[in-house]
């Protein structure tokens, strides 16, 4: 079965600063996809950015990015120039991609607090 | 709009009631999750749906059940709620995209159940 860890229970930023957050996970697939979901106080999910397992290239969306090391399992979020709005729990998800019938798996998450 | 609604937002309720979490979607899409999550902690699957008439546990052992008669619907019940169903459920659904098969997930705002 798949896992995945997040061994950061919270991580504090200062306004306009960068932080990492990290994630790693354990398949015996070589196909799937990542992923980093943000939950708001609100606590409505929402997808942050997402990375195809067979694609070399880290994927980039705006102030956030990932670092993508396949051979480590190791897929971390890289949030740039954070804002308060950041402020947030950060999931790390995989989903296998074959087998139409494949399940999201989510890490325990890490609690986000960005200071102004 | 296309999207995914839970209802209701906050619910408290006596121990021994009978409970039904709503959770609809108007987007077409064929698979449905539930997961329970506490205050700070990671999110458990459930419960999950490929399509109607179609429904499976989650990894989380859970005395709820779900049923998917329509595609739309897919309502999660409690037979007899009990202090320990206190927690956050969140509902979504997802459909694969064509190209890629990489599928997307959208999550509903959630519903936070106290038991009394």
């Known amino acids: 079965a798949q896992t995945v860890t997040q061994s950061q229970p919270e991580m504090s930023v200062q306004e306009a600063e960068t932080v990492t957050l990290s994630c790693t996970y354990d398949?015996?697939?070589?196909?799937?996809?990542l992923f980093w979901y943000k939950q708001p106080p609100s606590r409505q999910m929402i997808l942050v950015i997402r990375?195809?397992?067979?694609?070399?290239q880290n994927a980039t969306e705006n102030r956030f990015s990932v670092n993508f090391q396949k051979a480590a399992k190791s897929f971390s979020l890289k949030i740039s120039d954070s804002q308060l709005g950041d402020a947030a729990m950060y999931f790390c998800?995989?989903?296998?991609?074959?087998?139409?019938?494949?399940?999201?798996?989510f890490g325990k998450g890490i609690t986000l607090s960005v200071r102004p | 709009e296309a999207d995914i609604y839970q209802t209701p937002r906050y619910l408290v309720i006596g121990t021994g009631k009978k409970i039904t979490l709503e959770c609809s979607q108007t987007m077409g899409h064929d698979k449905m999750y539930w997961y329970q999550q506490d205050p700070g902690m990671e999110l458990h699957l459930i419960h999950y749906?490929?399509?109607?008439?179609?429904?499976e546990k989650g990894d989380l052992s859970s005395e709820s059940t779900v049923s998917r008669i329509r595609t739309e619907h897919f309502p999660l019940t409690l037979e007899s709620a009990r202090p320990s169903h206190t927690s956050q459920y969140l509902c979504?659904?997802?459909?694969?995209?064509?190209?890629?098969?990489?599928?997307?997930?959208?999550f509903g705002s959630g519903t936070q159940l106290s038991v009394l």
């Open positions: 749906s490929y399509g109607v008439n179609s429904t």
């Open positions: 998800a995989y989903r296998s991609a074959t087998g139409a019938n494949s399940k999201l798996t």
């Open positions: 990375q195809e397992a067979y694609k070399q």
């Open positions: 979504a659904s997802s459909q694969p995209l064509a190209l890629t098969g990489h599928e997307k997930l959208f």
């Open positions: 398949t015996s697939e070589s196909d799937y996809y």
